[in-house]
């Protein structure tokens, strides 16, 4: 059974900075895609940032693109980690984050500006607040 557990949710003043991790466990030897989503109440959840294990590119929602921007996915396969390291935090970063993992052979194609909005992983996590005061 897939878990990911996250940790380094809280509150922090407008353009802090923050520290996700996620611990992954239960996925089959191989390659899948991490990821972090969040949710504001009443509304959709959004994709934040995507990264594949078997190497390539993340793939950041901000920028439409890999390259970083006020956000920094990192991922550990030996370690089965993925951290989402956010900075310049804004009030309407405000959300629960989710990290999730997805272990369909096609993922790393949901990494992309044409399929990011509508990845759908495979398992979440719980998800961990975050509060941007401003």
């Known amino acids: 059974q897939v878990r990911l557990d996250e940790s380094g949710g809280g509150s922090v003043e407008t353009g802090g900075s923050l520290t996700l991790s996620c611990v992954v466990s239960g996925l089959a030897y191989g390659d899948y895609c991490l990821g972090w989503f969040r949710q504001v109440p009443g509304q959709s959840r959004e994709a934040v940032a995507g990264v594949w294990t078997g190497g390539g590119s993340p793939y950041y929602a901000e920028t439409g693109s890999s390259k970083r921007g006020r956000f920094t996915i990192l991922q550990d396969k030996a370690k089965n980690t993925v951290s989402l390291h956010m900075s310049s935090l804004k009030p309407e970063d405000s959300a629960r984050y989710y990290c999730?993992?997805?272990?369909?052979?096609?993922?790393?194609?949901?990494?992309?500006?044409?399929?990011?909005?509508?990845?759908?992983?495979?398992?979440w996590g719980q998800g961990t607040e975050i509060t941007v005061s401003s």
């Open positions: 999730a993992a997805d272990w369909k052979l096609e993922c790393p194609h949901s990494l992309s500006w044409r399929t990011f909005g509508k990845w759908e992983p495979t398992d």
